[in-house]
């Protein structure tokens, strides 16, 4: 992605986390973020429509780096030479990133764009739950695809709520393992 977008990304990223400390979602209008992170509005309708657009692409920014193809070393974590296809690291790579943006997640778990949220992260993740269970990563056990596909989605919006509802004070790693022990 282009270093300017990632800037207006960040910084708008920034704005929402601050802006929902302070008010709900609902209340939060595009001009309060264009104020809070000092975006133009140009700029701003550049790259989204709506501020709902602005919550989506968190969503997206975390899970498209950690599925692309062209991972490098990074600050908090190193998955650079992980298989793509290792859903261990997968999971733990997505946690790190949910980490790494916690003011913001936070906020948003706590506001009432929660629901926007983890319907966006639902959607991003049960493509990838098909595919655990497609290759045997994970086991089908005895119910319908649809229904074991939506208890592993499930499983692990239930494991970050849990995570953010303690602080985070648990390792990416631990709950990895805690969300594989529930998907046994």
């Known amino acids: 992605m282009d270093k300017r977008i990632e800037k207006t990304n960040h910084q708008l990223y920034e704005a929402l986390a601050t802006l929902l400390n302070l008010k709900p979602y609902g209340k939060i209008t595009v001009e309060d973020l264009l104020q809070e992170s000092s ?15 602005v919550l989506v692409s968190i969503t997206k920014m975390i899970l498209h780096h950690v599925f692309s193809h062209s991972l490098k070393e990074e600050t908090t974590h190193d998955f650079s030479k992980a298989s793509l296809f290792d859903y261990s690291h997968l999971i733990t790579h997505t946690l790190y990133h949910l980490h790494d943006e916690k003011n913001l997640i936070a906020a948003i778990l706590s506001s009432e764009s929660k629901d926007i949220f983890l319907r966006d992260l639902r959607n991003e993740i049960t493509p990838i ?28 919006i239930v494991t970050i709520l849990y995570w953010f509802n303690t602080d985070c004070k648990e390792t990416p790693e631990t709950l990895t393992t805690y969300f594989f022990a529930m998907n046994r």
Do not use: N, Q
């Open 129 to 156: 739950a098909e595919k655990a269970l497609d290759l045997g990563i994970l086991r089908l056990k005895e119910l319908p695809k649809e229904l074991r596909i939506s208890e592993i989605v499930e499983t692990f």
């Open 39 to 53: 975006i133009s509005r140009s700029t701003f309708y550049a790259h989204f429509k709506t501020k709902d657009e």
